[in-house]
Every structure is written in C-alpha cells, then in structure tokens.
C-alpha cells in the first residue's frame, strides 16, 4: 500500500529544533523523492526541501537553508526534516509528499504535480 505518514510536530519555542518524520510505505528506492511542504491556512502552499532517493542529493528555499536539514533513513524507509532555530513563520502544517523520478533533486521538481501526500503534522512556534 502506498503511503506517506508525517509525525513529530507540535508546540516549539522560537529559537528551538524539531524533528519530522516521513514514514513510507509502497515506494521503490532510488526512484522517487521526497519533497516536504508547508501549509498556513490562507496561504499558498510552499515547498521547503527534498531529497532524492536516487542519489541522495538535496534542496532547499531559502528561508529555510542553513536552518533545515532533510535527510533520510533507507532501512526504515523514513525521511527526516529537521528543523533548527525555528521562528514563528515557521507554525504551519507540514506535510510530505511524493514524486516519482530518478533523478537528483532540483528546483523545478518542487514545483511539480506529486504522486503521493501525507495527511500532514502541525508544528506551532510559540514562546
């Protein structure tokens, strides 16, 4: 059965980390990535980071480079967003989402039509 299952948001202090995870189920490494994504209500979705099971490159925005880091688990088939020194524009609903490819992660994937969506993790900042 194919499936994206987000965990670990919650309530987070501005300057603090959290840890996402994206469990997956159904999907042949090497030949997606995975792309999380951010959703405030009223707001246009945006793409954060990917990663690419195909040769393990990555891409991030730039409001968040420097401070999240995606990286993945093949064994347990889980794609971790780590996020350090959040701030409150960072409250949103995380979610991550699929796209099938073999090929490394690039600018233009994260603006593409995925295959595959998590159902998402709330992360609020708040002191």
């Known amino acids: 059965q194919l499936q994206l299952v987000e965990s670990g948001g919650g309530l987070v202090q501005p300057g603090g980390s959290l840890l996402l995870s994206c469990a997956t189920s159904?999907?042949?490494?090497?030949?997606?990535?995975i792309i999380w994504f951010r959703q405030v209500p009223g707001k246009e979705r945006e793409a954060v980071s990917c990663i690419s099971t195909y040769d393990d490159s990555t891409y991030s925005v730039d409001s968040v480079k420097g401070r999240f880091n995606i990286s993945t688990d093949n064994a347990k088939k889980t794609v971790y967003l780590k996020m350090n020194n959040i701030t409150p524009e960072d409250t949103a609903v995380y979610l991550c989402?699929?796209?099938?490819?073999?090929?490394?992660?690039?600018?233009?994937?994260?603006?593409?039509?995925?295959?595959?969506w998590g159902k998402g993790t709330l992360v609020i900042v708040s002191p």
């Open positions: 989402a699929a796209y099938t490819v073999e090929d490394a992660c690039h600018k233009w994937l994260l603006h593409s039509r995925m295959d595959l």
């Open positions: 159904g999907l042949t490494l090497g030949r997606y990535s």
